[in-house]
């Protein structure tokens, strides 16, 4: 039995799925030092709406350090780009010897299997709090768990909402960009003063709408292990 919910993390949604612990997709394969990871072979963009949130609390602000201080992290104007692990030795020796394999006709770029997150821990998952986790982190859900016949009808608010929602942060995202623009400051002209600004800007709230949980009641883990 599998459960997909919306859950707040100090205003900040997110969806959260049971699966996803112990995941059966193959987007979660990974051939790298963390085995269980999920999709977390994702490399974050943080963008000025995360910094902004991270800006408000000090907790918040010692994230924002150790992002931008992280070594693979790259500060563009707008965004900090937090590069994480990949094994292109492993990759390029799996490529190789695996010209025909299943996992290269199901999965469009495999170097995935060989990613990894800078803030996913094995044996613990993501280290970020969800509050300064990007929206894709937040509200990613593969299509082996969206394109499940069985719950059609129940996910789609939640897309609808979703899409509702990544409207309104490319919204505010926008609306940032904007105001570094008037100050003429970016990220990586002036990191100092463009968290100021951000810092003395109001944050903006979005009252996320209520959804009903989604009970699944069969034990897709196991059904789908090894796919
Ligand atoms: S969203 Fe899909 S691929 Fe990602 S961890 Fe969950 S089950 Fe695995
Ligand atoms: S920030 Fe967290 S949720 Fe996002 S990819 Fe990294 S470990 Fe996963």
Redesign the pocket.
Known sequence: MGSIYLEIDWNVPRYA?T??YN???I??KSFCSINNR???WYFPKFTLLDIQRMTKTLEGIQVLNMIKNYPGTVVYDYYLHAKGFFDRDGYDKWLKYNNNNNSKMLVRDCTIFFRACPFVKNGVGCTLPPRFRTVVCNF???D??LNREDIKDAIKPYIDERSRYAAWVEWENRSLEHLLRENNVTLNSNFDSAINILQDTPLDIYEFPQLEPIIISDDWNSRNKGA
């Open positions: 799925c699966y996803c995941c059966p997709s987007m979660g999920g999709c977390c990613f859900i593969c082996d768990i």
